[in-house]
């Protein structure tokens, strides 16, 4: 059991770096270069949420990152299309 444990934990810990770069790169530069680097790091949020959840052997706390599946896509629409019309 540790073993799976730990598998799960250095998946999620290995998935940190690069979601930090793009939550760090969705916070400066042009528009259109933010709004990408936004949808790169809710989609890799995604995984290590799940990684997460089996690491620490909380299975029930998968919701999290379906719902985050769910919304992100609209979301990133929606924000497009507002950058669109209003700036």
Same mark, same amino acid.
């Given at each position: 059991?540790?073993? =799976? !444990?730990? +598998? ?12 930090? @770069? /793009?939550?760090? @790169?969705?916070?400066? %530069? $042009? ?5 990408? /680097? /936004?949808?790169?790091?809710?989609? @890799?949020? =995604?995984? =290590? ?12 706390? /998968?919701?999290?990152?379906? !719902?985050?599946?769910? @919304? !992100?896509?609209? %979301? !990133?629409?929606?924000?497009? +299309?507002?950058? $669109?019309?209003?700036?």
């Amino acid at each position: 059991m540790a073993a =799976v !444990t730990g +598998i799960w934990l250095a998946a999620a810990l290995a998935l940190l770096p690069p979601f930090a @770069l /793009a939550a760090m @790169l969705a916070m400066r %530069g $042009e528009v259109a270069g933010r709004l990408v /680097a /936004a949808q790169l790091a809710s989609s @890799l949020a =995604v995984p =290590v949420l799940f990684a997460m959840s089996y690491a620490f052997d909380q299975p029930s706390m /998968a919701d999290l990152p379906l !719902t985050l599946v769910l @919304l !992100t896509l609209p %979301g !990133t629409l929606l924000m497009a +299309i507002f950058l $669109e019309r209003w700036l």
